[in-house]
């Protein structure tokens, strides 16, 4: 299974600025570096997430500018 937290966390990281830029406040599907949705609730991203990628296959981050950073990822039932 593909670890998508360990694959898009460094990824975020690096462009942490421009996505609170962007998405500040918001829940951020990433299924790669070129898919990046926002939603304003952690459920709406979660179910998006699962439905359109499935457990495993994304990560979810609440982008706001506080550390420590809060990344999931779904291999097994979120817990937040």
């Known amino acids: 299974m593909k670890d998508a937290v360990k694959v898009l966390s460094p990824y975020y990281r690096e462009h942490k600025e421009e996505f609170i830029g962007r998405f500040d406040g918001q829940y951020i599907v990433m299924a790669d570096e070129q898919t990046v949705i926002p939603f304003e609730s952690f459920a709406e991203a979660y ?34």
């Open 47 to 80: 179910w998006y997430g699962v439905h359109n990628y499935g457990l495993g296959y994304f990560a979810l981050i609440h982008c706001v500018e506080q550390e420590p950073m809060h990344v999931t990822g779904f291999a097994v039932s979120a817990l937040h």
